[in-house]
């Protein structure tokens, strides 16, 4: 049992002792893969939104113009 408690507390000693680097490494490089992968999605996301907007007012403007209406 006392061996169980000096192992934990050894680990959480270690843990402390880790650089910031250390500690968070995974998770900085996850966000800075992350952040550009959203901004490229969000890029072709608001093209295709501005393009589907033309489309309607283009669609809408032939159908004003159209004869006998």
């Given at each position: 049992?006392?061996?169980?408690?000096?192992?934990?507390?050894?680990?959480?000693?270690?843990?402390?002792?880790?650089?910031?680097?250390?500690?968070?490494?995974?998770?900085?490089?996850?966000?800075?893969?992350?952040?550009?992968?959203?901004?490229?999605?969000?890029?072709?996301?608001?093209?295709y939104?501005?393009?589907?907007?033309?489309?309607?007012r283009?669609?809408?403007?032939?159908?004003?113009?159209?004869?006998?209406?």
């Amino acid at each position: 049992m006392e061996s169980l408690t000096l192992l934990n507390r050894a680990i959480l000693e270690a843990r402390d002792k880790k650089s910031f680097w250390d500690k968070y490494k995974w998770l900085i490089i996850g966000g800075l893969i992350a952040v550009p992968i959203q901004l490229v999605m969000l890029y072709f996301y608001l093209r295709y939104r501005k393009r589907k907007k033309l489309a309607q007012r283009r669609d809408d403007e032939q159908y004003i113009q159209m004869p006998g209406r």
